[in-house]
């Protein structure tokens, strides 16, 4: 059975699953779903297109799905994905995809704190942290695990690796290599993200394999494709070092170096 305060708005269209409470204040519009024991706090808003995954929390005052903020928005656009046992804190705004029959992707099990801000066709992974006041620009796609932390803004199209770790403020304008940690403003590689791999149970030998392998991107004469090659010639392939090897590969934008 769902709970529903008196003085929210629910569109009669919405897909409540059991379990369900809804604040006052709240307007939760057609084309809704909400996942079984979600929770939607006060003023919070949820317009659809919008699947909300099971057991998501989402606080007073978030957006989650208004228009992508586009000068020359084309059409109605798309719509919104929050994976199961997502945290969405006070005043995040999540928009929808500008393309009809896309979405906006935010993971399963992430924490976006107060202000955080993810725009229009972002790809968020699962377990990703964002704390408060986070902005990342349209198209951003952010792997699992991720952390991104201290005011930092991340520049449209850009790709931030699985497992890295971001403190700022700084703004991101290139793509950042999985594993490592990045600060400074302009950002820098300051090294691995050594909690965050042990946390994930990644061995001690692996994480000396990632060192070379960044030693060899970061130091090593020659270009990222050359360094790639290296890489995965030189070292064993165990899925991280594939990570890493892929992650270079389709880097558009260009890579962050840095020391590890």
Known sequence: MSLIHPAAHVDPAVVLGPGVRIGPGAVVGAGVRL????????????????????????????AVGAEPQVVKPQGPGGGVEIGAGTVLREAVSVHRSMYEGKVTRVGGECYLMVGAHVAHDCQVGDRVIFTNGIALGGHVQV??????????????????GPGVLITGPSGVRKDVPPYTTVEGNPPRVRGLNVVG??????????????KQAYRILFQGAGTAAE?????????????????????IRSSERGLYHGAV
């Open 143 to 160: 792997g699992d695990d991720a952390f991104i932390a201290h005011c930092a803004g991340v520049h449209q199209f850009v790709h931030i």
């Open 35 to 62: 996942g079984e024991e979600c929770e939607v706090g006060p003023h919070a808003v949820i317009e659809g297109p919008a699947v909300i995954g099971p057991r998501c929390r989402i606080f007073a005052g978030a």
């Open 197 to 210: 791999l042990k946390r994930r149970g990644v061995s001690a030998e692996v994480r000396g394999h990632l």
């Open 227 to 247: 360094a790639a090659a290296r890489i995965e010639a030189e070292l064993p392939p165990g899925r991280e070092i594939q990570t890493v090897v892929q992650f």
